[in-house]
């Protein structure tokens, strides 16, 4: 018996601006779906699609005011199913196995994937430094045909994301950052990368056509990785004369590492201290991540399964039933059929009764011209054809009833067999 989670309106409107509606109903025990509906009902606003990234990003947004505060109901919602958490994997020799986790101070030797990262920013810092020295160059018009125009190809500047430049792409670490903070970046995803292998964790990147954030992946999930300098806006105003630039960096970092199935990110966030300090640790967060995602993958293959499981079975059970009612259907007309083959047989031997009644008066008739004929040969040549051409109505319908019964399938009018007790 299902015991109902009960909470008061303002409580759940304050629990659910507090925290992902996907993670809080795991932690309730019930569904989201189920969740959202039992909002709805009561009239609390939820945050919209993309109100959890947005404020990982640092925006600063306000929930909504709850509408009709003053009623403060009691909101029953039935629980779910609730899926079990599953512990992390034992990993107390990741420290010997991996030896000192530290960030080098250079990235020389570094790894093929972050020597494909920094050959981009440094790109990308090489044409913003063309571009810089173009504005300081005096204005004057070139002679393209003295000066050949210079085309750049396959470095180009990244994206821009709120006054940071992103390195999503082709094969490349997706990093969000300003370039004064790259290098440091680079080297901590170097030291990240080297405990994720230690730790039996491979780093994906995408290659091709598939371009999007790299993978991490591992016990037998994957988790997409992203890492941001966070930023927040400027509010001082312009001086005159001076560059102004609308997003200032906060001197804080996020590791970010996003589901495709949930909504809920995984971060780890803090300053370059604190995050390199945290390095020892993190490849065992990490497996413990990757290790929940399984264990949630396998619990969503389980429930895939069984809801496909009892789809088919009710299928089953539906086409019986359909199967059942046909059969019903044709026995009822069947049933018709044999009751109306039945009934026709009484006018059948009214008919042939008065076609036996006319075939008597017909003989008397023949019998009496025969008569009265005496030697005439004509009326005799006559009342012997018309004698010949005459069919007695009985024997018809004798031969009509022992044919009927001489087949193998038995005429409709046929006695069913009795119903065995």
């Known amino acids: 018996m299902f015991k109902e989670i009960q909470l008061s309106r303002w409580k759940l409107y304050a629990k659910v601006w507090e925290t992902p509606m996907i993670r809080l ?20 606003p939820v945050p919209p699609r993309g109100h959890w990234a947005r404020l990982n990003a640092g925006h600063k947004l306000a929930a909504p005011p709850l509408p009709r505060p003053e009623e403060d109901e009691i909101v029953s919602i039935l629980p779910g199913p609730k ?35 920094a050959r981009f920013f440094e790109a990308v810092k090489a044409q ?10 005096p204005s004057t018009q070139p002679n393209w045909r003295v000066e050949p125009q210079l085309i750049l190809r396959g470095a180009h500047a990244g994206a821009l994301v709120n006054g940071r430049t992103s390195s999503l792409g082709d094969g490349r670490l997706h990093i969000v950052a300003t370039m004064r903070h790259v290098d440091w970046i ?17 780093v994906l990147p995408r290659e091709g056509d598939e371009r999007g954030k790299v993978r991490v992946a591992g016990y037998v999930a994957a988790l997409e990785m992203s890492f941001m300098e966070e930023y927040e806006r400027n509010t001082k105003a312009p001086r005159a004369g001076e560059d102004f630039n609308p997003w200032l960096p906060k001197n804080s970092f996020k590791l970010q590492l996003q589901s495709t ?38 619990q969503r293959l ?44 009484a006018g059948r031997l009214m008919e042939a009764a008065k076609a036996q009644a006319e075939y008597q008066l017909a003989a008397d008739w023949l ?13 005799q040549a006559w009342v012997s054809v018309a004698r010949d051409s005459l069919t007695e109505p009985f024997a018809a319908l ?3 009833v022992r044919q009927e019964a001489s087949q193998v399938e038995k005429p409709l009018w046929w006695p069913e067999p009795p119903s065995p007790a």
Do not use: Y
């Open 261 to 298: 199935s949930t909504q809920s990110p995984r971060i780890i966030r803090g300053t370059a201290r604190q995050l390199e300090d945290a390095l020892p640790g993190m490849a065992a967060r990490m497996a413990k991540w990757l290790a929940e995602e399984a264990e949630r993958d396998r």
């Open 25 to 44: 109903a795991a932690d309730l025990g019930v569904s989201d779906v189920g969740l959202r509906k039992a909002c709805i009902r009561h009239d609390i």
């Open 186 to 202: 680079l080297r901590f995803h170097e030291a990240l990368i080297r405990s994720f292998k230690a730790a039996k964790i491979r």
């Open 128 to 137: 913003e430094e063309r571009q810089q020295r173009r504005r300081l160059a």
């Open 83 to 117: 899926l079990p958490r599953v512990a992390a994997p034992p990993m107390p020799e990741l420290a010997e196995i991996a030896g000192p986790i530290v960030v080098p101070a250079s990235l020389d030797g570094c790894l093929p994937i972050v020597r494909k990262t």
């Open 302 to 345: 389980k429930a895939a399964e069984e809801l496909a499981a009892a789809k088919a079975a009710r299928k089953i059970e539906m086409d019986a039933w359909f199967a059942e009612r046909e059969l019903e259907h044709k026995r009822q007309a069947l049933a018709r059929e044999r009751n109306a083959a039945r009934m026709t047989q």
């Open 398 to 400: 004798l031969a009509s």
């Open 367 to 379: 019998a009496r011209l025969e008569v009265d004929a005496g030697d005439d040969p004509a009326v």
